[in-house]
């Protein structure tokens, strides 16, 4: 590990990593720009108004005039004048406003020719006129980004500063021209060694202050048109070059982004501001590299080898937090000291070292294993398991050993857990304390109804705290825990029945587990959910009930009637006989038929089929025309809106449901009266569906009747009306079936409306 830091030192690093890591320092350490360094841009704007680039050089004097007046600091004109313009005297112009100038600096840009690099100068007029020529290359990093610069290179035996830095040196000049601008590379190529190479000196990491647009920007055209006073540049360094799409040359910066780039001369001011702030970013030298990630290697090593592999991990964290704490704080105190090897490294130790750790435990743990096969008194698999591995080298038996043991350890956890989960009911394993140890799969289903269930084993009393448990649950007034997790020497199980927040209904039963002798081992509660049963038991009452009362009333009539008849003194004309004994048996076959149906409306098997709701509002009110006929009650149905809403019910269920609705609104509507059917659809945000309204006009239901109407065998009304309640019933069976629901809202004296809202499936 300690050579592989060294090596990694020696490296300088991990590329890619680190430049990503000092891009975002750069980043984070952004600081307001100068106020004395200003860029006049070349922008779209500019070339808009004084045409096409390139503009004639009398257009440059006139600015450079302007700036010589203004007394600026110094100008470096990022442009290159590489060629005369023979139309006109526009270059002595030029060459007279530079050399009045006395601080303005050229670009030397060096290029790539068939017979090697060769720098395009200015042109001679130019050079003689600057104060000094300065080179505009910059170094890209194999990202292709923008990073650093020479500070000085050489071709040809002839030296050039950095652009930037040659318009720092020329506000130092106090107006004398530099020796560089006299540096001349000779135009007769046949006497040049091609195979001169750019050599740089003095490499420096840019300073970079912000993102693009952090310095002060003017257009071109502001300056010349008196926009911008003269005065704004006295004592200025200004820095003119190209912004404007397609002729300005841009780069990828540590500052920008994918979408964005910087322009040459915003990175020339970023640098200018660097030497006028003196500062720069020094890269640590190949040995503090070395020193740096060998320490910090050194430490994790130490740490992993005297603390606990919590504590080692714990250090191992805190040793990456304070690398890239030193790191930051060597940046701003301008030292680059790349951090990626040494925390690479601070990493990779502690998985490592718990390798080996792991390797002496295994060690260890093997001959466990060994001695647990030897003794585990249940075997799950075939005995033949040791016989594959006699012949085997050491390592292949102890891999055997722990299988094996494995094996049969996890054959009898799987064969406990397997009965557990058989187990139809929510079953708990307890210890001796009552602390949950396991639970089966009917139990973590049930939890998680109860919003238990996250991710970790609940409590005992989080649990039971979701169920209604009287605090007499014994018959001494003790609580649920002592009377569930008690025991003697006679009881075998004790038995709470209660219901939980969601209204179920269970029985709880608690049992001991004892060891072979006799001591206790832990406790089995059961949960057992006995809803369905004690409403099976609820519903058997009221069916029997029913059958005992209602059934027999109609019954015991025609038997009264029929004794009635036979004594001449008391017996009925025959037509009000008949009469009689027909209404009786009329009321038997209706009350039968309801039960039939509510019994058909809670089975399983509904038979589902696509139809409109208009048709069956129709039928309903059809079949019912008749019975409304007899009390001169008119039906009104206003279903059109609904007449494309598709529906996915049992036809006839719903047809009988509507039935059963509008029948008791005419039982309870007054002769005459009129009966209201509408209908209309409903969108929301979870789907379309249909509401239907059926309104009369009769007596009303009380507020305190209302929760019982929907009740089999209960009524609201017990006067003047025949029935035993399983209209209603029927109803709020059917439509709930069908993921429906229905409510009543009433004015006692003005009649009821029953709602009906029913999903669609089309519509």
Known sequence: MLLLAILLGYENGLGQADRFIYDNLVKATQRPAPSDVVIIAIDEFSIASLGRWPWQRRTHAELLDILTKAKAKAVGMDIIFAEPQYLSDDDALLASAIANNKRTVLPVLIE????????????????????????IHFTFEADGVVRGIYLQENLHGVSWPQFAQAVFNAAQSDGKRSVLADNI????????????????????????????????????????????????????????GATAAGIASTFATPVTTDHEAMSGVEINANILSGLIEGRSIRPAARWQTILFTLLSTSLALLACRYFSPFGALGLTLFLASLISALTYGAFLEELWIPPSAAILMVVIVYPLWSWRRLEAALAYLSEEFARLNQTTPMVLRHANETVRIKNSDYLDRQIGAIRIAANRSRDMHQFVIDNLNSMPDATLVLSQTGEILMYNRIAREYFATLNLDKGQTPTLEAIFSKFDMLQDVGSNGTDWRVALLHSTPGNTAVEIETRDINKREFLIKSAPSRMADGSMLGWIVSLIDVTTLRAAERRREESLNFISHDMRVPQSSILALIQLQRNPSTAFAIPEFLNRIEKSVETTLNLADDFVHLAKAESQSYQLQDTDFSSLLAEAADDMWAFAHSKSISIVVDAQEVEDCWLNVDRSLVIRALGNLLSN???????????????????????????????????????????????????????????????????????????????????????????????????
């Open 665 to 763: 609104a005419i039982k309870f509507s007054p002769k005459g009266s009129e009966i209201i059917c509408s209908a209309k659809p409903l969108h929301t945000e979870t789907g379309s569906s249909v509401v239907c309204n059926i309104t009369d006009h009769g007596k009303g239901i009380a507020d305190a009747d209302r929760s019982a109407i929907f009740s089999p065998f209960l009524r609201a009304d017990e006067q003047d009306h025949d029935g035993v309640g399983l209209g209603l019933a029927f109803v709020k069976m059917v439509v709930e079936r069908h993921n429906g629901s229905i409510e009543v809202s009433s004015t006692v004296g003005l009649g009821s409306t029953f709602t009906i809202t029913l999903p669609c499936v089309i519509g």
């Open 185 to 240: 590379v000779s135009d007769d190529y046949r006497d040049i060694d091609v195979n001169s190479i750019l050599q740089g000196d003095n490499p420096a990491r840019i300073p970079y202050t912000g993102r693009p647009g952090h310095f002060k920007t003017i257009s071109y055209i502001d300056v010349l048109s008196g926009k911008i006073p003269p005065s704004f540049f006295t004592d200025k360094y200004v820095l003119i």
């Open 112 to 135: 790539r020719t068939p017979i090697g690099l060769q720098p395009t100068l200015p042109l001679p007029a130019f050079r003689q006129a600057a104060n000094s020529l300065g080179h």
